[in-house]
């Protein structure tokens, strides 16, 4: 198989799974990077090992487990060789807003692993003003539910969360209501608008703006 029949792989790929057709930039950034990868890491560019999408515009194309092509879909020079995120390393993460069941954004969890509700083992503040904001103003425990995501998955969330310019992921200690404790990421924001939520339970909100 040469490059072209490669590239011809590849976008049978993406068409079959996305329903995305390659420009021909995309085309010709994909054999550049493919004859970089063979000169300078002596990779087999013959075999992709699978083919994961970030938000239907980054395209990772694995040629080993760990290791491919980022491909940008809108915009070709973005696109980079590089270290890709896996699917078998597990992060623990505790969500308490439009993330959790029930609400509007649950989807970027449906194929994750449900550790179970908790709550935080430290005090919080959680505010609302259409969506939650926890500052680490001690008021309350914050509840929620406890997630084991893939590196994929946990981009997503950042992307959606704004991490690090707007919400910011950090690890803090959870207590499941079985009693065991864990460290999880959480998002924080100190906005610092909205109204208490004194039960730190999103779910008593009785609306939000998505």
Same mark, same amino acid.
Request: proline share 3%.
């Given at each position: ?7 011809q ?5 993406l ?8 420009s021909?930039? #995309?085309? /010709?950034k994909?054999e550049?990077?493919?004859?970089? %990868? ?6 087999n560019?013959?075999?992709i ?5 970030l938000?239907?515009e ?8 760990e290791f491919?092509?980022a ?6 020079e973005?696109?980079e060789l ?12 505790? +969500?308490?807003g $439009?993330l959790?069941?029930?609400? @509007?954004? #649950? ?6 692993e ?5 709550? $935080? ?10 969506i939650?904001?926890?500052?680490k103003e001690?008021?309350s ?7 084991? +995501?893939?590196e994929i998955?946990? %981009?997503?969330?950042?992307n959606l969360?704004? #991490?690090?310019n707007?919400y910011?992921?950090?690890? +803090?200690?959870?207590?499941?209501d079985?009693?065991?404790?864990? /460290?999880?990421w959480m998002y924080?924001?100190? $906005? @610092?608008?909205g ?7 999103f779910?008593? +909100?009785?609306?939000y703006?998505?």
């Amino acid at each position: 198989m040469d490059k072209k029949e490669f590239v011809q792989k590849v976008k049978t790929w993406l068409d079959f799974r996305f329903a995305v057709n390659l420009s021909k930039e #995309h085309e /010709e950034k994909l054999e550049e990077l493919l004859s970089y %990868m063979e000169e300078n890491e002596n990779l087999n560019i013959l075999n992709i090992f699978r083919v994961e999408t970030l938000d239907f515009e980054i395209f990772w194309i694995y040629i080993e487990p760990e290791f491919g092509i980022a491909l940008n879909y809108t915009d070709p020079e973005l696109s980079e060789l590089s270290y890709l995120p896996s699917l078998e390393r597990s992060i623990v993460v505790f +969500v308490y807003g $439009t993330l959790r069941k029930g609400f @509007g954004n #649950h989807r970027y969890l449906e194929k994750a692993e449900f550790l179970g509700t908790a709550k $935080t083992k430290e005090k919080y503040t959680m505010r609302v003003s259409g969506i939650p904001y926890v500052s680490k103003e001690p008021t309350s425990y914050i509840v929620g539910e406890i997630y084991k +995501v893939n590196e994929i998955e946990l %981009m997503n969330i950042d992307n959606l969360e704004g #991490h690090p310019n707007w919400y910011k992921r950090e690890l +803090v200690k959870v207590v499941l209501d079985t009693g065991e404790e864990l /460290e999880a990421w959480m998002y924080f924001n100190e $906005t @610092g608008e909205g109204e208490i939520v004194k039960s730190g339970d999103f779910s008593e +909100v009785k609306s939000y703006s998505f």
